[in-house]
């Protein structure tokens, strides 16, 4: 098992910029999440997906975010424009429903640690 | 809708000594709870999860917890801490309801001394 793999690990980029951040979920798992980390604002929900619908993008900062699944084994977060304040670490997880059941853990990845200058 | 209140932001403590980090969640509904470990430039790991029934949940690298429904607590305990457990620790609640939308705490730091 591979776990969650998030590319890249380092992200630094022009204020304006477009910037992709990407997310292969762990095989079998049907939810995926897209978190964000500051020293702010802790860690929050962006946005999450069930078989690669969105479910709940109420977390999505502004209309600057977006978020795809085009399949099971690939996402991606993107920002365009890019602003200074969206940096950050942004995670990645997946988890996996079983029989209607929810109490499954995150599986997270390592993070994409994003500067904007 | 669901919040999770860790109340110390940093607890510092020396080798060997017992470790408490408290938390406490608010639901108006029935909840899983989580504790999860985060090490320096990685990503969240599971610790330990309470969904049911014994309020004593023993999770990896000595840790446990207590589930308290009446104070609406979920407190992570280490008898004796080691070095290695430097590192921030996030309790995180989800309703049982349905869905996987978690809420996490602003997060601990532990910091163990020598």
């Known amino acids: 098992d591979a776990g969650v793999i998030q590319s890249p690990r380092h992200e630094v980029t022009e204020m304006g910029q477009e910037v992709t951040l990407r997310c292969k979920p762990i095989s079998g798992h049907d939810y995926l999440f897209w978190y964000r980390q500051t020293m702010m604002r802790g860690l929050e929900l962006l946005i999450y997906f069930n078989n690669n619908v969105p479910i709940d993008d109420s977390g999505m900062p502004e209309d600057r975010f977006s978020a795809k699944m085009p399949n099971a084994s690939f996402s991606t977060l993107k920002i365009q424009p890019s602003e200074p304040r969206d940096s950050a670490v942004y995670f990645c997880?997946?988890?996996?429903?079983?029989?209607?059941?929810?109490?499954?853990?995150?599986?997270f990845g390592n993070g994409t640690r994003l500067t904007v200058t | 809708a669901q919040s999770v209140t860790q109340l110390d932001s940093q607890v510092p403590v020396f080798e060997e000594a017992p470790v408490e980090l408290r938390c406490n969640y608010s639901?108006?509904?029935?909840?899983?709870l989580f504790w999860y470990v985060q090490y320096p430039n990685q990503g969240l790991q599971l610790l330990l999860k309470y969904l049911s029934g014994s309020t004593l949940v023993k999770g990896i690298n000595g840790f446990e917890a207590e589930f308290n429904k009446s104070q609406t607590s979920f407190h992570l305990r280490k008898p004796s801490v080691h070095i290695s457990d430097t590192a921030e620790y996030f309790c995180?609640?989800?309703?049982?309801?349905?869905?996987?939308?978690?809420?996490f705490g602003a997060g601990t730091r532990l910091f163990v001394k020598a």
């Open positions: 995180a609640v989800r309703p049982n309801t349905g869905g996987f939308k978690t809420i």
């Open positions: 997880a997946s988890s996996a429903s079983h029989l209607g059941s929810y109490n499954s853990p995150l599986h």
């Open positions: 639901s108006s509904v029935s909840v899983y």
